[in-house]
């Protein structure tokens, strides 16, 4: 399993990581557009028109990397479904809007107001109980064997 769980951690990584690419790229597409329209970035902050955006993306060294990112984060992505229970795996994604905060506080200058630190710590404690629940579950005979068999349209499924 810890080696599961690490591969999972390394696709959030990425997902988190490409958020950062695909916002920096898109900030530069605003800013082109900024300098084309001979205006400051400040004024055509809401401005810019959806195609010029999406034409852009292609051209966009930061935007092909954080698609990149994305890419190989759910490729690592599949290979954590493979070893761990997606009622497990999913809910840990949770874990890329706290390290998405943090990088774009860090990287971008975004501000973390107080409630956001709160929502973030309620969202890691959440992660913390979703943890030990694994390891729950596999201990507790009850839990195991509604794992182990469930019923499905009528049909008994054993693993």
Same mark, same amino acid.
Not at 24 to 40: L, R
Not at 51 to 59: M, Q
Not at 91 to 113: N, R
């Given at each position: 399993?810890?080696? %599961? $769980?690490?591969?999972?951690?390394? %696709?959030?990584?990425?997902? +988190?990581?490409?958020?950062?690419?695909?916002?920096? =790229? !898109?900030?530069? !597409?605003?800013?082109?557009?900024?300098?084309?329209? =001979?205006? %400051?970035?400040?004024? !055509?902050?809401?401005?810019?028109?959806?195609?010029? #955006?999406?034409?852009?993306?292609? /051209?966009?060294?930061?935007?092909? /990397? @954080?698609?990149?990112? &994305? @890419?190989?984060?759910?490729?690592? &992505? $599949?290979?954590?479904?493979?070893?761990?229970?997606?009622?497990?795996?999913?809910?840990? #994604? %949770?874990?890329? &809007?706290?390290?998405?905060? /943090?990088?774009?506080?860090?990287?971008?200058?975004?501000?973390?107001?107080?409630?956001?630190?709160?929502?973030? *710590?309620?969202?890691?404690?959440?992660?913390?109980?979703? =943890?030990?629940? &694994?390891?729950? +579950?596999?201990?507790?005979?009850?839990?195991?064997?509604? #794992?182990?068999?469930?019923?499905? *349209? =009528?049909?008994?499924?054993?693993?």
């Amino acid at each position: 399993m810890a080696v %599961a $769980l690490t591969v999972l951690l390394v %696709a959030i990584a990425l997902g +988190a990581v490409g958020q950062i690419f695909l916002k920096m =790229g !898109v900030t530069q !597409v605003k800013q082109d557009y900024a300098n084309s329209q =001979g205006v %400051a970035l400040a004024e !055509v902050d809401d401005k810019v028109p959806a195609t010029y #955006i999406l034409k852009s993306f292609v /051209i966009k060294p930061l935007i092909l /990397i @954080g698609f990149l990112c &994305y @890419g190989v984060s759910s490729m690592f &992505y $599949l290979v954590s479904l493979s070893r761990l229970e997606l009622s497990y795996a999913y809910p840990l #994604i %949770a874990l890329s &809007y706290v390290m998405v905060a /943090i990088l774009s506080w860090w990287l971008l200058g975004e501000s973390l107001p107080a409630m956001r630190l709160v929502g973030l *710590a309620v969202v890691l404690i959440g992660v913390a109980l979703l =943890g030990v629940s &694994y390891s729950d +579950a596999s201990s507790d005979p009850v839990a195991s064997e509604v #794992i182990e068999s469930t019923t499905v *349209a =009528g049909d008994d499924v054993r693993r």
